[in-house]
């Protein structure tokens, strides 16, 4: 397979991105030397889990939610989704659906895999293949271009499967109509409000309460595990000053990537911007145009530039810069914006330039021609890239042997020593999950997820942290202990509150709507109950109501009501956690074409039910398949 990218060597550039060696961990090997035999996590029919696997998807997961959800990904967080199981679940369905497409008999061709490998927009520069990038990645990570292709030609394998189950799935005549008229159906309400806040003074709380309370939640209010952590860093900086580099290897470096030191034609310019659409009547456009010809005079009569950008510009991003856009190439703006930039000359005021997004009236500050940087002028650039290269492998090679020593002995400070390096242990009792290790502060949080997957006293892989690569141990886990209840007590009364005061409102929401079920009117149960009575205007699901804010399920519920089925089943639940009892008033015929709509509706709908069946059909193939926990985690 690889021979095939080796005939494109010229026309293409793979760079292998973390992201999708990431992708790859979660199969294969990565650094680890401690896939061995015994060392396993689950049994699916006849195949194992093995730790090496589980550590890594867990750590990819970790990463994953911690890249999506940033400073709002929290320890409780961490534990009400449930990583390890996530983990878990992921590869057990990974083994399943290999065995679905080993039965079905899906495989990859060579075809199919290197069209995906060449898909990646990642994989793509200057429209080369880089074969000394690739080969070296795939090194550091202990992949072989076999293993690398094994897992796309896996990935195609379950999607050639998934594609399979998808295609039975079909959409009605009706089950569009449906939905159009509940998507564009306007619906007026009345309803009543229960908001959770104003029954929290009603709630009574006593000292045996707050404590079974405690007791039931003492999950929410624990100290997090800490570890004690040793680790032996090697710095790439340190390994690439020892590396010698000759002319001849800067030469030919230059020559092989001439391309990235070719620097396209740049200016650098202000603009003022008087913002019109395209499809903007006449007697608009006109408008706008005179107001920007009339600053535009006031620039061309010598007036400061940026200080009319500042007040006429509608362009947010750059008019509190004066206008100030700093260096582009053509290929970064629109091409009417770019072609007048580009043929002014330094100190030039453009005539009115139109774009989609209106008037602009441009100037040009500074011209860069369009060169290829000499080797000298790049000469420390290639040594420097070069060095670190060489270094990082150099240091790899060191830490794995590094590595391999301590794991044999579990013991990383007699490793450190028959290589003459430093073990450094940070002072403190230990480290939770989320804190970062004090010298290790650009290490992403992959690492601490992975270190938090090692039982005491183990050795990690080798793990890059930004400045160069290390090799952990675990000294010792002190496990999460709940918080003395007086320490909480203040927090775990709030919470009490708002849980109960969220059973009252919900308890009285029903209790007014189970009335008005009986006598038919919300109105008249309102009015017995003493609750004050609202109503809506029209709505629908493109135009939501003002005033409620539904959930996604709460809003589906009151569009599907009816005349002869006014009410829901129970209170609907705003996202502010009010509860609110509904009857439906008025049905109002949706104000939209349906043929215009039905095409987006129909492939919509199709989606849903493919995802559907797809997961039913997932959940069905795990069932039958025989999976035994053998490591609890």
Do not use: C
């Not at 908001?195 to 007791?215: H, I």
Request: charged share 30%; net charge negative; glycine share 6%.
């Amino acid at each position: 397979m690889l021979g095939l990218f080796r005939k494109h060597a010229t026309s293409w550039l793979i760079k292998v991105a973390f992201f999708l060696i990431v992708i790859v961990f979660v199969f294969w090997g990565g650094y680890s030397y401690k896939m061995k035999e015994e060392n396993k996590v689950a049994v699916v029919d006849d195949s194992y889990i093995s730790v090496g696997e589980y550590d890594r998807a867990y750590s990819n997961l970790l990463e994953m939610y911690r890249r999506q959800l940033g400073g709002a990904f929290s320890d409780e967080m961490m534990k009400s989704l449930n990583l390890k199981k996530q983990a878990l679940d992921m590869l057990v369905e990974r083994y399943v659906l290999r065995r679905a497409a080993q039965q079905l008999g899906f495989v990859a061709s060579d075809q199919e895999i290197q069209q995906r490998i060449l898909e990646f927009p990642v994989f793509i520069q200057d429209g080369k293949f880089d074969q000394r990038r690739y080969t070296a990645l795939l090194q550091q990570n202990r992949l072989t271009p076999e293993m690398f292709e094994h897992q796309i030609a896996d990935e195609i394998s379950v999607q050639k499967v998934e594609s399979f189950v998808k295609r039975r799935a079909s959409v009605t005549d009706d089950e569009i109509r449906g939905d159009f008229d509940s998507t564009f159906g306007r619906v007026k309400l009345a309803y009543a409000l229960f908001d959770p806040k104003s029954y929290e003074s009603q709630v009574k709380v006593d000292a045996d309460r707050l404590m079974a309370y405690y007791q039931n939640h003492q999950d929410d209010y624990k100290e997090p595990e800490k570890r004690k952590l040793a680790y032996v860093l090697l710095k790439f900086a340190d390994f690439g000053k020892s590396v010698a580099v000759t002319d001849e290897q800067v030469r030919r470096d230059y020559e092989d990537n001439l391309a990235k030191y070719h620097q396209e034609a740049e200016v650098k310019a202000r603009h003022i911007l008087f913002e019109v659409k395209e499809d903007a009547p006449e007697a608009e456009v006109g408008k706008v145009k005179a107001e920007a010809e009339k600053v535009l005079a006031e620039a061309r009569k010598g007036a400061d530039f940026g200080q009319l950008a500042t007040k006429y510009s509608k362009d947010s991003g750059s008019a509190k810069q004066g206008g100030e856009l700093g260096w582009f190439g053509k290929e970064k703006m629109v091409p009417p914006f770019s072609e007048a930039a580009f043929a002014l000359k330094p100190g030039e005021i453009s005539d009115l330039v139109r774009t989609q997004f209106g008037f602009h009236i441009i100037k040009v500050e500074d011209v860069r021609p369009e060169k290829t940087k000499s080797l000298e002028e790049v000469k420390s650039e290639i040594v420097a890239a070069i060095q670190d290269e060489k270094g990082r492998e150099s240091a790899l090679d060191k830490a794995r042997a590094l590595g391999d020593m301590a794991f044999a002995h579990k013991d990383l400070d007699r490793a450190a020593k028959a290589f003459d390096l430093t073990v450094t242990v940070p002072e403190g009792a230990g480290f939770a999950q989320t804190d970062k290790l004090p010298g290790l502060e650009a290490a992403p949080p992959t690492v601490m997820g992975k270190l938090f997957t090692l039982q005491d006293k183990d050795v990690s892989d080798v793990m890059d942290v930004g400045s160069g690569y290390a090799v952990f141990q675990v000294l010792a886990i002190q496990p999460p202990e709940p918080k003395p209840f007086e320490t909480v007590k203040d927090s775990v009364e709030k919470s009490y509150k708002t849980e109960e005061a969220r059973v009252l409102a919900q308890a009285k929401a029903t209790e007014l709507l189970d009335a008005a079920k009986k006598s038919g009117s919300l109105e008249q149960a309102a009015k017995s109950a003493g609750a004050e009575l609202k109503q809506t205007g029209a709505f629908s699901r493109r135009q939501p109501d003002k005033d409620l804010k539904f959930r996604g399920d709460g809003l589906n519920a009151v569009l599907q009501l009816q005349l002869d089925h006014p009410f829901p089943d129970s209170p609907v639940q705003e996202l502010s956690n009010r509860y609110v009892a509904v009857q439906l008033l008025s049905r109002e015929p949706p104000d939209a074409d349906f043929e215009k709509e039905s095409p987006t509706i129909a492939k919509r709908i199709l989606q849903q039910k493919e995802n559907s069946l797809w997961q039913a059909w997932l959940t069905a193939e795990k069932e039958k398949a025989k999976v035994r926990i053998i490591k609890t985690l």
